[in-house]
């Protein structure tokens, strides 16, 4: 009897998101199999109007990892990845459809997927349900709880959670609470897949000679500031890098952010002294890494400072973080630990910020203390750890991660006593709630 035909998925939405899968295989994270699929997920709002990141300057170079590129959107048209997720009654006809369409056959299938809690890893689980699952993470997500409670029975299938080491020393937090084991995908393998992305490295010049590298994220497409707020975050940006000396800079744009914003840019600059050029391409922030040895470069939250600082060695700088801290709701938003880890790892850009946390150990008692106030149900070993470093003596200096209400409501140091007598408590409830309705 012949041995069972061994088919690995593997499920990618970001170019940045292909190159950790073509580093994990580089490195041998996998083991070997007889097909390895590449499924394209483009997760753009308007999928029609972008192209998929399979077109980006450089894919090609990656692609031979993976015997076939297939897409996701192709295979669910007309309906969108990001949320079409399969009826319960359509389930048997559904994987049947997929089997065929991908010649699975009896093969033992291997699926890899990025963002378990959401679909289209969700829908790609219950249509896959005998499939092993390994998630990967592709930024600094992987450090956070799981954002939504799991099925069991998928998250149970979670064996790895594969990860690049942004920053070393710290535990990531997604699916502990499946004991899922965390491995780091190496360094030196990421920067060798970005390399094939782009042509030779910049020629060596002396430290400080390159300009300065100013990465925008279109952060009110995630409603998380209106695009007057996110432009005023980026002229900052031109400010304070200008204000550091820096004559020469680059603005790297998020595809979908308005050409308004970099017109704006470069006025302020030109009016400051400086000259600002816009890098247009659909290129990762680490290719230009690579391309123009930045002499700093400058960001909200984004992966790609984190990067710049631990896999290239450049100087980074953050901007911005502690004002998205305190408006950022629901307070179990996942960008919460994101944009934690940067603030407490990044310097800031503008003086008169605190400075960076170097210590692992007060790092990973900070993240669990945020992971646990975000998601207690879900994470309720870390409270513990939330108790020591709240009732430490680092709390006082990292109070802005949290707010006094979800202290109180959960009973850690720094919340507000409650009274224990249910009258009183009533009482409490009633006037927050008039207190809402006259706000309104």
Not at 345 to 357: M, N, R, Y
Request: charged share 25%.
């Amino acid at each position: 009897m012949s041995a069972r035909r061994t088919t690995q998925i593997f499920a990618a939405s970001t170019l940045f998101g292909a190159v950790t899968l073509a580093a994990a295989l580089d490195s041998g994270r996998f083991a070997a199999a007889d097909r390895r699929l590449l499924l394209v997920t483009h997760n753009a709002p308007v999928p029609e109007t972008t192209p998929a990141f399979d077109r980006a300057e450089g894919f090609d170079r990656i692609r031979g990892r993976f015997d076939e590129v297939l897409s996701w959107n192709e295979t669910i048209s007309p309906l969108h990845p990001g949320g079409w997720t399969p009826r319960g009654q359509d389930l048997p006809m559904l994987q049947r459809y997929l089997n065929t369409l991908w010649r699975l056959g009896d093969d033992r299938v291997e699926l890899v997927v990025e963002s378990i809690q959401v679909t289209p890893a969700l829908a790609l689980a219950e249509l896959l349900p005998e499939a092993e699952i390994t998630v990967y993470a592709d930024g600094l997500m992987s450090y956070g709880p799981t954002r939504n409670k799991i099925d069991p029975m998928i998250g149970g299938r979670a064996g790895r959670l594969l990860h690049l080491d942004l920053v070393p020393g710290l535990r990531p937090l997604l699916l502990g609470e499946f004991g899922t084991v965390a491995q780091t995908v190496p360094a030196e393998a990421f920067t060798a897949a970005v390399a094939e992305l782009t042509g030779p490295p910049a020629p060596a010049t002396e430290p400080g000679d390159g300009p300065a590298l100013l990465l925008g994220q279109y952060l009110a497409a995630l409603h998380l500031m209106t695009a007057a707020e996110e432009e005023e975050l980026h002229l900052r940006m031109v400010r304070g890098a200008v204000a550091r000396g820096h004559r020469a800079l680059v603005f790297k744009p998020h595809p979908n952010a308005p050409d308004s914003w970099t017109r704006s840019l470069a006025e302020e600059a030109e009016r400051l002294g400086a000259a600002l050029t816009v890098e247009d391409r659909p290129v990762l922030a680490e290719v230009l890494y690579r391309e123009l040895r930045p002499a700093l470069v400058v960001g909200c939250f984004s992966t790609a400072l984190m990067t710049a600082l631990t896999f290239y060695g450049l100087p980074v700088a953050r901007v911005g973080t502690r004002e998205l801290l305190q408006r950022l709701a629901p307070f179990q938003n996942s960008n919460r630990i994101p944009l934690t880890v940067v603030d407490a790892v990044v310097p800031p850009l503008e003086p008169g910020g605190e400075e960076p946390v170097t210590d692992p150990e007060r790092l990973d008692d900070l993240v669990a203390a945020v992971g646990f106030a975000m998601q207690p149900k879900i994470r309720p070993d870390l409270r513990e750890a939330a108790v020591r470093h709240l009732s430490g003596p680092y709390a006082e200096r990292t109070r802005h991660h949290f707010t006094r209400r979800r202290l109180t409501v959960l009973g850690l140091p720094g919340g507000l006593p409650v009274p224990r007598h249910p009258g009183v408590r009533r009482l409490a409830r009633r006037a927050l709630r008039l207190r809402r309705a006259l706000r309104r």
